[in-house]
């Protein structure tokens, strides 16, 4: 049972709650959600409301059928970011994954910013 959705309207939470005036959200999920009690629509909502910077990072199997990098890119992608992937991540041991290939996406700002982040 994966709550994705509720897993990351408790960290936008969380960071509305935090001091500091700039916040880093980072998701690492295969993008499937079966638990949640928060919607997509929901959570898009919340995320677009939030001043956060949303990183989303997909891992997954290619036959995982809980997969949904669209909801990653999504939610990236719905604040001003670009999508990246690849194909064939190389496993911890240095040996390319391709019995079972996984796919790695990340998901990062397109906005530039200068040396000091702003």
Same mark, same amino acid.
Do not use: C, W
């Given at each position: ?8 309207? %408790?960290?936008?939470?969380? $960071?509305? &709650? ?19 009690? +928060?919607? $997509?629509? =929901?959570?898009? %909502?919340?995320?677009? =409301?939030?001043? &956060? ?15 949904? $990098?669209?909801?990653? %890119?999504?939610?990236?992608?719905? +604040?001003?970011?670009?999508? $990246?992937? &690849?194909?064939?991540? &190389?496993?911890?041991?240095? +040996? ?10 990340? #998901? ?5 910013? #200068? =040396? +000091?982040?702003?």
């Amino acid at each position: 049972m994966t709550a994705l959705y509720d897993a990351i309207a %408790k960290g936008l939470q969380e $960071l509305q &709650a935090g001091s500091r005036d700039k916040k880093v959200l980072i998701v690492v999920s295969d993008g499937g959600d079966n638990a949640s009690a +928060h919607s $997509l629509a =929901q959570v898009m %909502k919340l995320a677009g =409301q939030s001043n &956060a910077v949303i990183y989303t990072v997909g891992i997954f199997q290619a036959e995982d059928k809980e997969r949904n $990098l669209g909801v990653l %890119k999504d939610l990236a992608q719905g +604040h001003g970011r670009r999508s $990246l992937s &690849a194909r064939g991540v &190389a496993r911890s041991n240095g +040996h390319s994954a391709s019995a079972s290939p996984a796919t790695f996406a990340i #998901n990062t700002p397109s906005r530039t910013t #200068n =040396q +000091h982040g702003a």
